[in-house]
């Protein structure tokens, strides 16, 4: 059913927007993935999401322990229309939530912090399997829970007076830095799937289609009928 759907809104948008969403499929990923936690900067997070579009990866995880997130659209550049924003904000531990998910799916939470155990950033191994980049808040960093449930950390080498970047730097730092690597490494298999390929893209076509909810709608009348 999506794959006739996705064909029937196909119809609906001109073959050079039509090569762009393509285009961009396929240069996108979830071997990495971002985790924002308890960012009070609506402009910090923003900034995250609008590099995470720009490098390809998909999914954001946003928890919202204490402080919540709502898009600031002029630092974005509607960037968020393209990616998935998972909020978490419903559980007295939203932050334990997310991880379990995160687990669950496969992924090594990679706290990032310096740490004792830490591994800088040219020295990740990006080989062992999917990794969720997480981010702490702007002043203390991350939560006490995310440092008990880190599967590893991982740090900027810095060779200045100032302690750290700013979050919004550091996150595209790093999606910088792992996205090439991990698109130059012919032993990662970085790529969607053909189902989250479908799912992505059908995302994309809502979000381009001026009245996408109309237009799937009629295609359900019209599937019925045939049916």
């Known amino acids: ?118 591994v800088s950033l040219e020295n990740f191994d990006l080989r062992k399997g999917k990794a969720a980049l997480v981010f702490g808040t702007e002043l203390t960093g991350i939560s006490d829970v995310i440092k008990a449930n880190a599967d590893e950390f991982l740090r900027i080498p810095m060779y200045g007076f100032t302690e750290s970047f700013n979050i919004s730097v550091s996150a595209a730092i790093i999606m910088h830095h792992l996205t090439w690597r991990m698109k130059n490494d012919p032993m990662i298999k970085w790529q969607l799937n053909n189902d989250e390929r479908g799912t992505v893209l059908l995302h994309w076509l809502k979000k381009t289609i001026r009245e996408s909810e109309l237009l799937e709608k009629n295609f359900y009348e019209l599937y019925g009928k045939r049916q």
């Open 1 to 118: 059913m999506e794959e006739q759907l996705i064909e029937y809104l196909c119809q609906f948008v001109n073959d050079d927007r039509l090569r762009l969403l393509y285009k961009n499929l396929e240069n996108r990923t979830r071997y990495l993935t971002i985790v924002l936690e308890d960012i009070y900067q609506a402009q910090n997070a923003s900034a995250v999401v609008r590099s995470a579009d720009c490098f390809g990866i998909q999914d954001i995880h946003v928890i919202e322990n204490r402080n919540t997130f709502d898009v600031d659209r002029e630092v974005s550049m509607g960037a968020s229309k393209w990616v998935h924003l998972i909020h978490y904000n419903n559980e007295w531990n939203n932050t334990q939530m997310a991880l379990s998910r995160l687990k669950n799916e496969g992924y090594r939470i990679i706290a990032t912090s310096p740490h004792t155990d830490d």
